[in-house]
């Protein structure tokens, strides 16, 4: 049985193998309309989130399957103390598959230690966030034709911005990319990616804090927000938030097919002129994000691709 | 000069850097071993100059000397028995820690969850991380 806790969980193999996936589940959608017929999906997340999770029942609703599971922590038994370990015991009884969202870091990976059907990591804190990182792999491929000899930036709060993280740890794997992180001091890449990562990797990267003079460098542009869930003290928050702010008129100093990724949601990191421009990328992220978990979600079922009569992950 | 004496039995944790003696005394739990224990700073030392000393007298060795070896690499076991040294080296760290220290971060699962054990797993770039997490260890 696999599950999908970190992003590194996946060879680089398998990995571009779930992308295929998607692409042809892009174009061939009524041929995976039933392959999970029968199937249930549980989500459980103890964190607010509005796209994920509906993206992952709108991704098992299209595969035929089903959904249960709650929106909120305080929905849950976890009100009344009951571990995550207990939590993912019973619901191995009622579901085929797990994702879980939940605010404290390494959650999903407890969950799979004892659950007896996939856990799916939707997101644990500030740590990883392993479908999105697919969903931008996917994006990535589909804007540039290649994941690898990339120029890529990250910007804004690349400290807790879960989805840096596992992208960076993803496309390290890649050869000849390199990265600008462009962040405020106190929003700097963690030391674990900089220590187990990077330097391991002998990857070549700068850390500075300027968006205006590293636009016309970059080949991808990765936005985040500065996410006020996960400041302690409000008023670094207030103080950090406006920091980086991308608008239409910067991307004249970008290429012209440099794409703007984004996790979503955002706040006023990227004003709205910019959503008409052709780099703009965050909403065909967010369509691609259905896609990349019907493909996992069949993949971490066992279930066969109709169109290629194989199971995409072994087991 | 103050003389402790010699154990027949037990094991002494030799070249601990200066002022480090009761942070060891604590990760170990020396604390509540039934057995003599010596803890001894700044002692003269030639190698270093000054270094502390532990001394534990008994026939069982403390668990988790390994991991003495990740947090000070200078540190020497020295394993006696019968009044004779039988063993004298470097530990090396193992893998995993389980249950040694516990994840600072209060954002970790481990902050909350009942009964989860606290592993930490030494990383590419030997360093001890939490396998919830990824916080770096932290002894102090």
């Known amino acids: ?315 | 000069m103050l003389k402790i004496e010699s154990i027949q039995n037990g094991v002494v944790i030799d070249h601990i850097t200066n002022g480090q003696g009761m942070n060891i005394y604590q990760l170990l739990h020396l604390e509540d071993q039934k057995q003599s224990v010596a803890l001894l700073q700044s002692v003269r030392s030639q190698k270093y100059g000054h270094k502390d000393l532990i001394k534990i007298e008994g026939e069982t060795l403390p668990e988790r000397l390994d991991i003495l070896g990740y947090l000070d690499d200078k540190i020497t076991l020295i394993v006696i028995r019968d009044g004779e040294v039988v063993k004298k080296y470097h530990p090396v760290p193992p893998e995993y820690l389980k249950n040694v220290i516990q994840c600072k971060n209060p954002r970790c699962i481990t902050s909350i969850e009942i009964g989860c054990d606290h592993i930490f797993k030494m990383s590419p770039s030997g360093i001890y991380r939490c396998i919830y997490c990824n916080q770096k260890i932290s002894v102090h």
């Open chain 1, 1 to 315: 049985m696999r599950h999908l806790i970190d992003p590194l969980d996946f060879t680089p193999e398998e990995t571009n193998n779930i992308l295929d996936f998607a692409d042809r589940i892009v174009t061939n959608r009524s041929a995976y309309a039933h392959i999970a017929d029968g199937k249930k999906l549980a989500t459980l997340f103890y964190e607010p989130s509005t796209r994920t999770r509906l993206s992952f029942e709108s991704a098992m609703l299209s595969l035929g399957g089903q959904t249960l599971g709650f929106a909120d922590a305080e929905q849950s038994s976890a009100t009344k103390g009951e571990t995550v370990v207990d939590t993912v015991r019973v619901i191995s009884c009622y579901a085929d598959i797990i994702a879980m969202r939940h605010p404290k870091e390494g959650a999903p990976l407890r969950a799979s230690m004892y659950s007896t059907v996939p856990v799916i990591n939707a997101g644990d804190g500030g740590h990883i966030h392993p479908s999105q990182t697919l969903i931008d792999l996917l994006t990535i491929r589909q804007r540039k034709g290649r994941l690898d000899h990339l120029t890529v930036g990250f910007c804004g709060d690349l400290k807790f911005g879960r989805t840096v993280h596992s992208l960076v740890n993803s496309l390290v794997r890649y050869p000849g990319n390199q990265f600008y992180f462009i962040s405020p001091e106190e929003l700097r890449v963690p030391d674990y990616l900089i220590d187990d990562t990077l330097k391991p990797s002998g990857i070549s990267y700068a850390e500075v804090t300027s968006l205006e003079k590293t636009l016309p460098k970059l080949d991808v542009l990765y936005m985040t927000r500065v996410q006020k869930e996960r400041f302690f003290n409000e008023e670094d928050y207030i103080r950090l938030k406006g920091t980086y702010i991308l608008t239409k008129k910067m991307l004249q100093a970008a290429s012209p097919d440099m794409p703007v990724l984004h996790p979503l949601p955002r706040v006023d990191e990227i004003t709205p002129d910019v959503d008409t421009d052709s780099r703009a990328a965050y909403f065909q992220q967010v369509q691609n994000g259905v896609y990349i978990r019907m493909a996992l979600i069949a993949s971490l079922l066992g279930l066969e691709d109709p169109l290629t009569g194989k199971k995409v992950l072994p087991c």
